[in-house]
């Protein structure tokens, strides 16, 4: 087992964050807030908040791979203030932003009472200056609790919550929203009053709660265009949903005049999509690092920074869990790669998972011809294609991983996740 040197590698140049378009963002504070914790750039290029998923270790190795802003994974409100174990666990330990791989985060509530949330929010050490409200997640179990997509269907109490925040706290509040299923007109007049009511930003996630799972369907951009059209000049719209290579970026900011896009089943695959790589001026190759060379970097970043201590991850199954996306590609036609991935116990079990799909690779592999495939699973379907044979974590653009497993043994997640 080797270990990668926690030094930023030499990496492919990303873009240029002004090349996609040549709109400008109004001189204003509402827009320049934004460019300033981006230091300068035009857009950012944002890693979800994914349950048990956007972890430390995975936000470092996001960043090293061009992210410019990553979100925490969702902390229930609730628990942060009465369960002393569960924020342990998500309390960060130390000022991401200033740490040599680090840069800035937003730290994302959930929950459905304005005290409740401020309360957890005033936990937060003073650096954590930006908080965000879960308003995506579209599970049973954010149904059952009264918070995620279901709270925007709560529109008068969701901006008790944004106003509360923003008068009681010493925060920016942004809200991670998505379409209401009564249609965009409904939507924009609710982000119009969430905007009143003081918040400083606003991600879209083009769908709608029923879009999920199989039924995900293709995200509406053309959505997002209007909400932006309607309050791009007053905050900072950021788009969620269908991307999945820079050629993506492009074209969502061309199409709908957002500050920065937000990935997470395409990051999760692949944490360099926010580089040059499988894009049409590559010619569709990949030219970025290789799955199993990102996995080394996961698993290493993970020895280095346990996800489950102080990184907000629930240890092996976090790190397993993205071990099954990063590879899912090489897994599914190499049952013996994938028996030794369902038996792994511990980092060294998962990098003699890597060592053995190198060895069925070949001195010959071709990495260039590497593509996304976990991203499509509910996207596309080839004939022939082989299965997992092991248990697959669903996940939608929201969240990633079991919600249960992150608020205990005896929390009601119900299969949802």
């Not at 994302?108 to 309360?119: R, V």
């Not at 949903?241 to 990051?267: F, H, K």
């Not at 599914?332 to 799909?357: G, K, N, W, Y």
């Not at 990495?367 to 379907?381: A, I, P, Q, V």
Request: proline letters at 6%.
């Amino acid at each position: 087992m080797s270990s990668l040197s926690t030094t930023l590698p030499p990496t492919p140049p990303t873009a240029d964050p002004d090349a996609p378009s040549q709109i400008a963002w109004p001189d204003t504070e509402p827009h320049r807030w934004l460019t300033s914790l981006l230091n300068g750039s035009s857009y950012a290029y944002i890693v979800a908040p994914m349950v048990d998923q956007s972890d430390l270790p995975f936000r470092f190795l996001s960043r090293r791979y061009s992210s410019n802003l990553c979100y925490t994974p969702m902390i229930h409100s609730r628990m942060f203030t009465t369960d002393v174990k569960y924020r342990e666990k998500f309390m960060p330990k130390f000022d991401e932003a200033k740490h040599p791989m680090g840069g800035p985060v937003f730290h994302q509530f959930c929950g459905n009472n304005e005290e409740t949330m401020l309360a957890a929010v005033n936990l937060l050490p003073s650096y954590c200056e930006v908080v965000d409200i879960n308003c995506g997640c579209p599970q049973g179990i954010a149904k059952r609790g009264g918070y995620g997509a279901f709270l925007l269907e709560e529109g008068d109490l969701l901006v008790k919550i944004v106003s509360t925040l923003v008068t009681k706290s010493d925060r920016r509040v942004t809200v991670k929203v998505r379409i209401l299923p009564t249609g965009v007109a409904d939507s924009i007049a609710l982000y119009t009053r969430l905007v009143d009511a003081g918040a400083s930003l606003l991600t879209i996630h083009g769908r709608t709660r029923h879009q999920k799972g199989q039924l995900t369907g293709k995200v509406d951009w053309n959505a997002i265009k209007q909400v932006v059209d309607a309050l791009g000049h007053r905050i900072p719209i950021i788009a969620n949903g269908g991307i999945s290579s820079m050629d993506d970026v492009r074209a969502c900011i061309e199409q709908t005049g957002v500050r920065g896009v937000m990935s997470s089943e395409g990051i999760l695959e692949y944490p360099a999509i926010f580089m040059e790589t499988n894009v049409t001026a590559t010619g569709g190759k990949r030219t970025a690092p290789s799955r199993v060379t990102l996995a080394r970097e996961y698993l290493d970043l993970n020895d280095k920074f346990p996800n489950n201590c102080g990184g907000q991850g629930s240890g092996l199954k976090c790190a397993k869990t993205h071990l099954q996306h990063f590879l899912y590609s090489d897994l599914q036609p190499f049952p013996e790669a994938r028996t030794a991935m369902h038996e792994a116990h511990s980092t060294s079990d998962m990098f003699a998972v890597c060592d053995l799909i190198e060895k069925q690779n070949g001195d010959n592999y071709d990495k260039s011809e590497e593509g996304l495939g976990w991203y499509n699973r509910h996207r596309c379907e080839k004939e022939g294609e082989t299965k997992l044979d092991f248990k697959q974590v669903e996940l939608d653009e929201d969240f990633g991983g079991c919600f249960g497993g992150m608020l205990g043994e005896n929390a009601e997640c119900g299969g949802d996740y």
